[in-house]
């Protein structure tokens, strides 16, 4: 009998027909600059015991966030749930001077979606540690620092005698940047996160929101910020109305359907001189380079309008468009034109038909003509600034100035193209599991595994590639140039939903820490396993199915000692790399006959690497499908502020390589690092070596990942990285983190 090894997803509830079975529809946007909410209870209530959740999608996080603040006796009683600019959650709960706080290890840096926030306090509870936690999407977070407050005391939020603030530290003028949406607080009652959300059962891991339907106590309250004119409302029925400061406003940008905002990212280059405020839709910006912005959600069908006022213009060099055209402020079209300017106060609208690859413009209101544009590959996106100026973008979470043309949309979630799949983990998926020493099954997954990379984390060891084609105890290993082989552990045998392993050391030795990362073969998945026989000829074709021209191809010979090459859209069919070796990317006509790929064959040309008389060769081929995986590349900065890749999903793994230099491969996985979106584990995909640590490589975020590590591994100044990722949520239904 086989020990079982149970994979996270097995019996995962049949999946809804609806995302989001419950809607939140409105949010308050909080300017950072003196918005907020205050409170003085009537009466005394349970502060002992008592749970605050919210909804918050982040902005200005170069600077504290404050979420709930309250003081007493001249600060000798403080209590302040806020975000530190190092990205941790804190809890401040100092009781008669003395100080208690806990502070969390995960880091929240994603301003591009919306996370659940979620304090449970409990004094009463004989177990220091229960006496406060801290979620996020409906996890308990980690604490690097916990100093819990004593048995039976109280908070001094929400007491009698002072204000509490929502979203502001007044005495030190902190005030929150961002959004927030369905703000709870239950006093006497130490709630789950289960009560306010749960897990999708379409989108693995999608933490979505609930309807609360208990009691909120006496001084408890629930805002929806459903009251345009008075968002401060109290809608559970107590009439504790909380007193509006400053001028938030209502917007529909809420966790069940995500709005754009901007970034100061342009074809994944930062923009060091770009300043965000107000939301993250006004910029700033006074110098003359890097000092553009873009959207954070870009479509590749579909009818958007979107609205950009310039507060000023300072000179004649600003723009608004989209990837591959732009409308200057002095008449000038990228293709066409000229056409009427603008300047300091004019407002202009976009619409843009992707469909057909046309652009009307209109200035304060008035249309001045439709243009055809050629879009740049991939998503296109809203672009705008340059030259110093400050400019507002409007993305359809407050109403436009102007009326959108018919079959126009806002830019949001919403109105998104379908994803190819909902569910990542129907076709690719990782598993960090420890070894039992004897043989046994991997089972439950919910993608049918036909290639399996498995690797030893925690000690030295080969990696070990198995697939369904050529056959279960047959395997390869990116770190050898070896013919195939056949060893007496590994994958023995494969099922529809799993695996077997062995006992060995590079397997499933006892106590030791193994990867798996599996995918499912498919054009739907974009990716196919074909073998072929060589013949010596050149421009031999080698048909695929991988549902469209392939962009990224690993390539072996089985029964030699030929080593690994790879195709990369990036570097084209004049080049290729080997994922055995740290070499840069080498010109050679002779692997791919410099013939570009196409959606039924690609080339290979006469090299013993990829076509000898009576060679046998295996090719794992790749496309990208969007919001389950994207082929990329990207030039790196040297710099811990590196570029931002824009995959269209919240990453699950990716593999690359500095094509430039002298480099290893990289294999990362969030899974790998504990799910953490602050990736600081990978390992080599070309050694034997064990996993390998840093102080931060990648930071994933709900559309992609940030680089922010200098590392030539993975950013050397000026070189071309490239590489594949995989989902674990595409952006449309997504979390942040």
Same mark, same amino acid.
């Given at each position: 009998?086989?020990?079982?090894?149970?994979?996270?997803?097995?019996?995962?509830?049949?999946?809804?027909?609806?995302?989001?079975?419950?809607?939140?529809?409105?949010?308050?946007?909080?300017?950072?600059?003196?918005?907020?909410?205050?409170?003085?209870?009537?009466?005394?209530?349970?502060?002992?015991?008592?749970?605050?959740? *919210?909804?918050?999608?982040?902005?200005?996080?170069?600077?504290?966030?404050?979420?709930?603040?309250?003081?007493?006796?001249?600060?000798?009683?403080?209590?302040?749930?806020?975000?530190?600019?190092?990205?941790?959650?804190?809890?401040?709960?100092?009781?008669?001077?003395?100080?208690?706080?806990?502070?969390?290890?995960?880091?929240?840096?994603?301003?591009?979606?919306?996370?659940?926030?979620?304090?449970?306090?409990?004094?009463?509870? !004989?177990?220091?540690?229960?006496?406060?936690?801290?979620?996020?999407?409906?996890?308990?977070?980690?604490?690097?620092?916990?100093?819990?407050?004593?048995?039976?005391?109280?908070?001094?939020? *929400?007491?009698?005698?002072?204000?509490?603030?929502?979203?502001?530290?007044?005495?030190?003028?902190?005030?929150?940047?961002?959004?927030?949406?369905?703000?709870?607080?239950?006093?006497?009652?130490?709630?789950?996160?289960?009560?306010?959300?749960?897990?999708?059962?379409?989108?693995?891991?999608?933490?979505?929101?609930?309807?609360?339907?208990?009691?909120?106590?006496?001084?408890?309250?629930?805002?929806?910020?459903?009251?345009?004119?008075?968002?401060?409302?109290?809608?559970?029925?107590?009439?504790?109305?909380?007193?509006?400061?400053?001028?938030?406003?209502?917007?529909?940008?809420?966790?069940?359907?995500?709005?754009?905002?901007?970034?100061?990212?342009?074809?994944?280059?930062?923009?060091?001189?770009?300043?965000?405020?107000?939301?993250?839709?006004?910029?700033?910006?006074?110098?003359?380079?890097? &000092?553009?912005?873009?959207?954070?959600?870009?479509?590749?069908?579909?009818?958007?309008?979107?609205?950009?006022?310039?507060?000023?213009?300072? &000179? *004649?060099?600003?723009?608004?468009?989209?990837?591959?055209?732009?409308?200057?402020?002095?008449?000038?079209?990228?293709?066409?034109?000229?056409? !009427?300017?603008?300047?300091?106060?004019?407002?202009?609208?976009?619409?843009?038909?992707?469909?057909?690859?046309?652009?009307?413009?209109?200035?304060?209101?008035?249309?001045?003509?439709?243009?055809?544009?050629?879009?740049?590959?991939?998503?296109?996106?809203?672009?705008?600034?340059?030259?110093?100026?400050?400019?507002?973008?409007?993305?359809?979470?407050?109403?436009? !100035?102007?009326?959108?043309?018919?079959?126009?949309?806002?830019?949001?979630?919403?109105?998104?193209?379908?994803?190819?799949?909902?569910?990542?983990?129907?076709?690719?998926?990782?598993?960090?599991?420890?070894?039992?020493?004897?043989?046994?099954?991997?089972?439950?997954?919910?993608?049918?595994?036909?290639?399996?990379?498995?690797?030893?984390?925690?000690?030295?060891?080969?990696?070990?590639?198995?697939?369904?084609?050529?056959?279960?105890?047959?395997?390869?290993?990116?770190?050898?140039?070896?013919?195939?082989?056949?060893?007496?552990?590994?994958?023995?045998?494969?099922?529809?939903?799993?695996?077997?392993?062995?006992?060995?050391?590079?397997?499933?030795?006892?106590?030791?820490?193994?990867?798996?990362?599996?995918?499912?073969?498919?054009?739907?998945?974009?990716?196919?396993?074909?073998?072929?026989?060589?013949?010596?000829?050149?421009?031999?074709?080698?048909?695929?199915?991988?549902?469209?021209?392939?962009?990224?191809?690993?390539?072996?010979?089985?029964?030699?000692?030929?080593?690994?090459?790879?195709?990369?859209?990036?570097?084209?069919?004049?080049?290729?790399?080997?994922?055995?070796?740290?070499?840069?990317?080498?010109?050679?006509?002779?692997? @791919?006959? &410099?013939?570009?790929?196409?959606?039924?064959?690609?080339?290979?040309?006469?090299?013993?690497?990829?076509?000898?008389?009576?060679?046998?060769?295996?090719?794992?081929?790749?496309?990208?499908?969007?919001?389950?995986?994207?082929?990329?590349?990207?030039?790196?900065?040297?710099?811990?502020?590196?570029?931002?890749?824009?995959?269209?999903?919240?990453?699950?793994?990716?593999?690359?390589?500095?094509?430039?230099?002298?480099?290893?491969?990289?294999?990362?996985?969030?899974?790998?690092?504990?799910?953490?979106?602050?990736?600081?584990?990978?390992?080599?995909?070309?050694?034997?070596?064990?996993?390998?640590?840093?102080?931060?490589?990648?930071?994933?975020?709900?559309?992609?990942?940030?680089?922010?590590?200098?590392?030539?591994?993975?950013?050397?100044?000026?070189?071309?990285?490239?590489?594949?990722? @995989?989902?674990?949520?595409?952006?449309?239904?997504?979390?942040?983190?």
């Amino acid at each position: 009998m086989l020990d079982p090894i149970s994979h996270p997803m097995a019996g995962q509830e049949a999946r809804e027909a609806c995302v989001f079975p419950h809607r939140i529809d409105y949010s308050a946007q909080f300017d950072g600059a003196g918005d907020d909410l205050t409170l003085t209870p009537v009466t005394e209530d349970n502060r002992k015991t008592f749970t605050l959740s *919210m909804w918050v999608k982040l902005s200005g996080i170069a600077s504290e966030i404050i979420f709930a603040r309250s003081e007493l006796n001249s600060l000798v009683q403080q209590f302040e749930l806020r975000r530190l600019t190092t990205g941790e959650m804190h809890l401040l709960d100092e009781i008669d001077g003395n100080t208690h706080f806990i502070q969390t290890e995960p880091v929240f840096v994603d301003c591009t979606n919306h996370i659940h926030v979620l304090l449970v306090r409990d004094s009463t509870q !004989a177990i220091a540690e229960e006496r406060v936690k801290l979620f996020v999407n409906g996890e308990r977070l980690a604490y690097s620092t916990a100093q819990y407050p004593p048995q039976n005391t109280d908070s001094c939020f *929400m007491t009698a005698t002072e204000p509490s603030y929502l979203f502001s530290n007044r005495s030190t003028g902190r005030f929150f940047d961002g959004y927030a949406s369905r703000v709870e607080y239950i006093p006497g009652l130490a709630l789950t996160p289960e009560m306010f959300g749960k897990f999708s059962a379409q989108v693995d891991g999608l933490w979505i929101p609930k309807g609360y339907s208990g009691s909120y106590g006496t001084n408890g309250f629930r805002l929806d910020f459903s009251d345009a004119g008075n968002l401060g409302a109290d809608t559970s029925g107590n009439g504790n109305h909380w007193t509006v400061g400053g001028a938030p406003v209502q917007t529909s940008d809420t966790p069940t359907n995500n709005h754009g905002v901007l970034q100061p990212y342009v074809l994944g280059d930062l923009q060091g001189n770009v300043t965000l405020s107000n939301g993250n839709l006004t910029q700033t910006c006074s110098a003359t380079s890097d &000092d553009r912005t873009t959207g954070t959600i870009g479509f590749s069908e579909g009818k958007f309008y979107w609205e950009i006022e310039y507060t000023t213009v300072t &000179d *004649m060099q600003n723009f608004v468009g989209v990837y591959g055209f732009a409308w200057n402020s002095d008449g000038t079209l990228t293709n066409d034109g000229p056409i !009427a300017g603008f300047a300091s106060g004019d407002l202009l609208g976009l619409a843009v038909d992707r469909d057909i690859c046309e652009v009307e413009l209109f200035k304060n209101g008035v249309s001045q003509g439709v243009f055809p544009f050629t879009p740049l590959e991939g998503p296109s996106r809203p672009i705008q600034g340059n030259q110093p100026h400050t400019l507002t973008a409007n993305f359809g979470a407050t109403p436009f !100035a102007y009326a959108p043309p018919v079959g126009f949309k806002p830019l949001c979630a919403a109105n998104l193209e379908e994803p190819a799949h909902r569910a990542p983990g129907d076709g690719v998926g990782t598993l960090v599991r420890e070894g039992t020493g004897v043989q046994a099954t991997v089972s439950g997954l919910a993608a049918r595994p036909n290639l399996v990379f498995m690797k030893r984390l925690d000690a030295d060891g080969t990696w070990m590639l198995f697939d369904t084609v050529h056959g279960a105890g047959r395997s390869l290993a990116t770190n050898s140039n070896g013919a195939e082989a056949n060893p007496t552990n590994g994958i023995r045998e494969f099922f529809n939903d799993g695996y077997t392993v062995g006992d060995g050391s590079n397997d499933n030795a006892l106590g030791g820490q193994y990867l798996d990362f599996f995918l499912q073969r498919g054009p739907e998945f974009g990716f196919d396993i074909v073998t072929w026989v060589g013949d010596g000829v050149s421009s031999r074709q080698i048909a695929h199915d991988c549902g469209g021209t392939p962009e990224f191809i690993m390539v072996k010979a089985l029964t030699s000692t030929n080593g690994w090459v790879a195709y990369h859209k990036a570097l084209g069919a004049t080049h290729f790399i080997q994922p055995h070796q740290v070499s840069a990317a080498v010109a050679n006509s002779e692997i @791919w006959g &410099d013939v570009e790929p196409n959606s039924l064959a690609f080339t290979v040309g006469n090299n013993s690497t990829v076509n000898a008389p009576a060679e046998t060769y295996i090719a794992y081929v790749f496309r990208s499908v969007p919001g389950f995986s994207e082929v990329f590349s990207f030039e790196g900065n040297g710099s811990n502020a590196g570029p931002r890749a824009n995959l269209g999903f919240l990453p699950l793994a990716l593999l690359g390589k500095n094509a430039t230099a002298t480099q290893d491969w990289f294999f990362v996985s969030s899974d790998m690092d504990g799910g953490r979106n602050n990736i600081e584990r990978w390992v080599e995909g070309n050694t034997v070596e064990q996993a390998f640590g840093s102080p931060g490589l990648f930071s994933f975020f709900s559309g992609g990942f940030d680089v922010i590590n200098s590392s030539s591994l993975i950013n050397g100044n000026a070189d071309t990285i490239v590489g594949i990722a @995989w989902a674990a949520q595409p952006f449309k239904y997504s979390n942040a983190f």
